[in-house]
């Protein structure tokens, strides 16, 4: 088919139709997504001309403030997945528990995890922000999902991706066989493959952090991005500084452009470390997206995607990128289990190393080699 002609819905049909056994499930759970994204990106597009600037007051369950258009993709992705019949159960960043399926529809194979808008603190200044996705097959056999569905490391996701509502709106997917890129054509409505095969570069030039929490930060990473900011052309340095302050809009340039993305963290309390971003709405699906197109995602020198979550809202450490980056910021990490578990410090949050892959513990590197 003419490249221009394909549409995102008929790319995930011709994925899913590659295994034998499928159903068709994944590809209309999928289509069911692409439906409440361009919902969210007509919003997003209105901008001041519609009403999704602003605070509703509240908090949500990591303690931020909600946002009106926050409020507005929760109820479009909700609506638009509930009654599909894909699905057993969801989880959302808006959520403090699992959210249901309405006993009224039927229950599908699949759990959806979401961050409904990610990048709220840019809403209203017209900056690029995003939802992230993150699919996997229910392990529980009928009715209602479970939390132990929900509690899954990265590398059980059948699919996953991510909505970009910048100066395009984006969707960006992978289901194992490789990561592609949709744009949407306004004039049809559609998502048109535009990035076919995604393949983020083994090196980079651009490094993205938060340099403000600098005083926060373990040594091994303050003395990484000292290292990236010195001159010497040989080994492409200084680095240039990337940072917008959306997950998805930094990880989406990293991942066409190569280079790193951090997100330490912040140890000003040393006998408690605390990370930020979600590992099972956030950092797994990007982790997996990332491994696909080629680069790494660590949490503390372990490979992120081993990473088995204890709780719904888990916060993780993370470090991704290109391969030859991440490798150089894990020799800053050094090779030793108290420094990379006092990066990781992810038992401060209830994330631990999955113990089924104990034996892979410390063979993170392994991912980084190949
Ligand atoms: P969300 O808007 O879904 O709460 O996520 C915010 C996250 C993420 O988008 C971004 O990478 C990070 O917060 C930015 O944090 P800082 O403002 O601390 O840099
Ligand atoms: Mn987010
Ligand atoms: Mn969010």
């Known amino acids: 088919m003419e490249r221009s002609m394909m549409t995102v819905q008929r790319h995930i049909l011709e994925q899913e139709r590659t295994y034998p ?7 209309g759970l999928l289509w069911d997504l692409t439906i409440a994204a361009k919902r969210i990106s007509h919003q997003v597009n209105r901008g001041g001309l519609g009403d999704i600037f602003g605070e509703t007051g509240e908090e949500n369950v990591t303690g931020d403030l909600v946002r009106r ?12 997945m509930d009654h599909g019949g894909h699905l057993c159960v969801m989880v959302s960043e808006e959520s403090p528990d699992l959210v249901r399926i309405p006993a009224k529809y039927p229950k599908g194979k699949y759990v959806l995890i979401y961050d409904p808008l990610d990048g709220s603190s840019n809403i209203d200044a017209n900056v690029s922000i995003g939802t992230v996705f993150s699919v996997h097959r229910r392990i529980s056999t009928a009715g209602d ?14 699919a996953a991706g991510y909505f970009l509502y910048g100066s395009s709106t984006m969707v960006v997917y992978t289901t194992g066989q490789g990561v592609f890129g949709f744009t949407l054509e306004p004039s049809v409505g559609e998502f048109m493959l535009t990035h076919e095969r995604i393949v983020t570069p083994p090196k980079g030039k651009y490094y993205s952090i938060n340099e403000g929490n600098v005083s926060g930060w373990d040594e091994p990473t303050k003395r990484y991005v000292e290292y990236l900011k010195e001159k010497d052309p040989a080994t492409g340095r200084p ?3 990337r940072y917008i302050g959306s997950l998805v809009a930094d990880f989406h ?9 951090l997100y330490p963290s912040d140890h000003s309390n040393p006998q408690k470390p605390k990370p930020k971003l979600r590992l099972l709405y956030e950092v797994a699906p990007l982790a997996y997206i990332m491994e696909q197109a080629g680069g790494a995602a660590l949490i503390g020198g372990e490979r992120a995607l081993d990473i088995q979550p204890t709780s719904l809202h888990d916060r993780v450490p993370i470090v991704m990128g290109s391969k030859q980056d991440v490798a150089q910021y894990e020799k800053f990490l050094g090779e ?17 190393k999955d113990s089924k892959n104990a034996s892979t513990r410390f063979n993170s590197t392994s991912i980084l080699e190949t």
Do not use: H, N
């Not at 926050?70 to 609506?79: G, K, L, S």
């Not at 340039?253 to 993305?261: E, Q, S, V």
């Not at 990379?340 to 410090?345: E, P």
């Open 145 to 158: 999902g479970t939390m132990e569905d929900c509690l899954r490391r990265g590398s059980e996701q059948v």
């Open 69 to 80: 258009l926050d409020r507005i993709a929760q109820d479009t992705i909700y609506r638009a």
């Open 21 to 27: 056994q499928a159903s068709g499930d994944l590809t």
């Open 253 to 261: 340039r990293t991942l066409l452009y190569g280079g790193i993305f």
């Open 336 to 352: 030793s289990k108290p420094v990379r578990a006092a990066a990781r410090d992810g038992k401060t949050d209830g994330a631990t």
């Open 239 to 241: 680095y240039s500084l």
